[in-house]
Each structure stands twice: as C-alpha cells, then as structure tokens.
C-alpha cells in the first residue's frame, strides 16, 4: 500500500508483478511514472492520485479491475496494448489518453475530461462508456468494436473518427454535443444499431459505405419509432 505519497523522481515498475490488492491511494508522482508490462492479479487502485508526468501503463494487465477515478494526469497517459477485465477513469482529469490495440472488458470513463487527443483505435471493448464525457480534443476510435458503447451526453469540441468502427450490440449518442460536426467522420460502419435521439447531427459527415438498418437507410431511432406505433395499433 502507497498512500498519500510524493514520489518526487521518476518511479519505474517497469515488469513487476503486483499479486495482492495494489493501492496508490492519494500519491503524488512527480515525473514520469512507468508501469509497463506490469501485472495486477487482483485488484490496482489509483483513485486520487496526481500524476504530473507522463504515465505509462502500456503492454500491461489487470485481471480484475484498475481504478483511476478522481486522478489527475497532467501529460499523456499510456495504456497502449492493455489487457483489462475492468478499467475505471471516472470523474478524471487526463491531459492525453491512448488506449490502442487494447482488450478491455468494461471501460468507464464517466464525466471526465480529455483535455488534448484520446486514441482508442484497434481497441476491443465489451462495454466502453464515456457518459457526460468532454473531449476538448481530437478522438480517433477508428477500427475499434464493442458490444455497447454509450456517449449519452458527452461533448466531442475537435474532430472525431468512427472510421471501421464496429458497434456490435446498441450504441448511444444521446444528447451528445458536436461542436465542429463537418470534421466528424463515420465511415464504412454499421449503424443500424447506433441511436442518435436528441443529437444535431444534420452536419455530421457520414461517408462512404454506411449501413443504418436492413434497407440501409432507416435509422436505428426511426425504426424503433415505426416498431411503437405498430405495437400502440394492436
């Protein structure tokens, strides 16, 4: 257990193996923090932790959970072929968060904020979750595929890439914000299961070889219109 510690050098755990509950609870790291490759067999808890550097988690694993909720990161924040069965990034600060080529079961990024780019192509979710998120940057989920993803009032202020991107169950862009839609691409996608209620996206750039449903044009939000009336009929 590491708790409310000022770690005022680099801190490297470069490789190492953490077989109990792991805690940094309210730590301060100072520089560069390096955690990759690490291993967490049980349960790795960063909650309230200041990272002032950059922060490195890539090529790492946890087996069961890794919490990073109220965490500030000040530089780029790395998990860049991580495996996870549950990663939490809730109510954070994060200045820049990669997470391509991962294997994440659930990650729940709720009401943070990314202040630069956010990365998540070549990534596999089950469920990803960036609820009332603000992405004041670039975000680039190109080629990534979940099973349900929700941005339900989250704020996109640069461009966004959907590009490949594979929506496998129900997807939800409720109430979401657009600030520059024309520099928004969704392409060569499925979206005959992506809901868009509440959502201006009458500028969004839908490019080529779009799916929305079985006839290709009627929109996931439209058919489950059409579906409530024939029910309200019988």
């Given at each position: 257990r590491f708790?409310?510690?000022?770690?005022?050098?680099?801190?490297?755990y470069?490789?190492?193996?953490?077989?109990?509950?792991?805690?940094?609870?309210?730590?301060?790291?100072?520089?560069?923090?390096?955690?990759?490759?690490?291993?967490?067999?049980?349960?790795?808890?960063?909650?309230?932790?200041?990272?002032?550097?950059?922060?490195?988690?890539?090529?790492?694993?946890?087996?069961?959970?890794?919490?990073?909720?109220?965490?500030?990161?000040?530089?780029?924040?790395?998990?860049?072929?991580?495996?996870?069965?549950?990663?939490?990034?809730?109510?954070?600060?994060?200045?820049?968060?990669?997470l391509?080529?991962?294997?994440v079961?659930?990650?729940?990024l709720?009401?943070?904020?990314?202040?630069?780019?956010?990365d998540?192509?070549?990534?596999?979710?089950?469920?990803?979750?960036?609820?009332?998120c603000?992405?004041?940057?670039?975000?680039?989920?190109?080629?990534?595929?979940?099973?349900?993803?929700?941005?339900?009032?989250?704020?996109?202020?640069n461009?966004?890439?959907?590009?490949?991107?594979?929506f496998?169950?129900?997807?939800?862009?409720?109430?979401?914000?657009?600030?520059?839609?024309?520099?928004?691409?969704?392409?060569?996608?499925?979206?005959?299961?992506?809901?868009?209620?509440?959502?201006?996206?009458?500028r969004?750039?839908?490019?080529?070889?779009?799916?929305?449903?079985?006839?290709?044009?009627?929109?996931?939000?439209?058919?489950?219109?059409?579906?409530?009336?024939?029910f309200?009929?019988?």
């Amino acid at each position: 257990r590491f708790l409310n510690i000022e770690f005022l050098d680099e801190a490297s755990y470069f490789h190492s193996v953490f077989l109990d509950d792991t805690t940094f609870n309210g730590d301060q790291f100072g520089k560069h923090a390096q955690f990759g490759y690490a291993k967490f067999h049980k349960e790795a808890d960063f909650q309230g932790t200041a990272f002032n550097g950059s922060a490195h988690f890539h090529y790492s694993e946890f087996t069961q959970v890794g919490k990073f909720d109220d965490t500030s990161f000040s530089s780029i924040l790395s998990f860049d072929l991580t495996k996870s069965k549950r990663l939490y990034l809730t109510n954070s600060t994060i200045s820049e968060l990669v997470l391509a080529n991962g294997s994440v079961e659930l990650c729940q990024l709720w009401q943070s904020q990314i202040q630069n780019k956010v990365d998540f192509s070549r990534s596999n979710f089950v469920e990803v979750d960036f609820r009332r998120c603000q992405i004041l940057g670039s975000a680039d989920f190109s080629n990534t595929s979940s099973k349900v993803a929700d941005f339900s009032y989250a704020l996109f202020s640069n461009n966004a890439h959907f590009i490949e991107t594979k929506f496998e169950n129900n997807a939800f862009f409720n109430y979401t914000r657009f600030e520059r839609p024309t520099e928004v691409i969704f392409q060569r996608s499925d979206l005959s299961k992506v809901s868009f209620v509440n959502s201006d996206i009458s500028r969004v750039n839908f490019g080529e070889n779009i799916t929305f449903g079985e006839d290709k044009f009627t929109i996931f939000d439209e058919k489950r219109l059409i579906n409530y009336k024939d029910f309200q009929k019988e």
